[in-house]
């Protein structure tokens, strides 16, 4: 029985699958499997698969999302570790051999992660860095984690028997992008965590995947995941010490802020409006709003001129 299963989720990936398959035969540490649940591919993705079958397993479902095509993958996986990987994204050679070591030596930690480099591809298909995805400065807790999702999820390694306990990824259209970080909050109210503060993987930033892609669906994902955790645990206000109305305000105001950035005037609108209706007296807030208004209606008699001319 090998000690690690990698998990991989795959969806039309199959112009970066290569790589990323690559980039775990090339790990340090060799005691592992590795799963790779196609996703209802219409691209080349299942040939490029079944020329690995002699090194991994290849799993085939209908179109259900991530978290689905993770959960069929955590069906078949064995290990006594699991760890999770985009088929976009890429691993450091140590990572797995690091994290087999931390789980080993930490036996109250349930779940390890470490930093990533967020990098995208020049006209030369060089790789080029445009950020760092840290843990750095979090406090490792529930409440940490619940402030902010300070893990990437293409980092992760964490005990099966975890899972056990704490279940599954949740499997609703309403937290796609989100159901890592629901799991990761429901392993953080059980379980320690644990942070390694090396790069340990690089994710892969283009036009179709979370952070490269639709901002607007990002922070109504995070919404979704903070409503999901709050209904599971109603609890969790009192015993975190959480003011919900300042945690809302702060989410409301930092999702506008993002939005307003990327030109989403009309979303960033909304958000600050909520915002507002939790604290109508925020100047920066009524500033920020009545600008996205200008800037949505502007936007709009430009669209109409066009359309008429």
């Known amino acids: ?58 799993l085939s479902k209908e179109n259900g999302g991530p978290a689905s095509a993770k959960n069929m993958g955590l069906r078949s996986a064995v290990g006594e570790y699991i760890a999770f990987l985009d088929s976009d994204d890429l691993w450091t050679p140590d990572k797995l051999g690091l994290q087999v070591r931390y789980l080993d030596d930490h036996r109250e930690v349930g779940l390890v992660f470490g930093d990533a480099v967020a990098f995208s591809e020049n006209e030369c298909g060089e790789h080029v860095e445009t950020g760092r995805l840290t843990g750095a400065g979090h406090r490792l807790s529930f409440g940490g984690l619940f402030n902010v999702n300070f893990i990437p999820s293409c980092t992760v390694m964490v005990r099966r028997a975890c899972l056990d306990s704490v279940g599954v990824f949740e499997e609703s259209r309403d ?33 179709r995947n979370f952070l490269g892609g639709n901002v607007e669906k990002g922070c109504a994902s995070h919404l979704a995941v903070i409503r999901k955790i709050l209904s599971r645990y109603p609890e969790l206000p009192d015993e975190e010490r959480i003011d919900l109305d300042a945690y809302m305000r702060r989410f409301y105001a930092n999702a506008g802020r993002q939005l307003q950035k990327h030109g989403r005037y009309d979303a960033a609108r909304r958000y600050f409006y909520q915002g507002l209706s939790l604290r109508p007296v925020s100047p920066k807030l009524w500033v920020w709003y009545a600008w996205c208004v200008v800037k949505a209606r502007y936007g709009a008699a430009r669209r109409e001129a066009v359309d008429v001319g």
């Open 1 to 58: 029985m090998p000690k690690v299963s990698v998990v991989i989720p795959s969806y039309n990936h199959a112009a970066y699958l290569s790589q990323t398959v690559q980039s775990v035969f090339a790990q340090s540490f060799k005691d592992y499997e590795v799963v790779v649940i196609d996703d209802g591919s219409s691209d080349r993705s299942m040939e490029l698969l079944l020329s690995y079958q002699d090194r991994l397993t290849v």
């Open 175 to 207: 937290l796609l992008g989100g159901d890592d970080y629901e799991l990761w909050l429901r392993i953080a109210r059980r379980y320690r965590l644990g942070y390694i503060p090396q790069i340990l993987a690089k994710y892969r930033l283009h036009g």
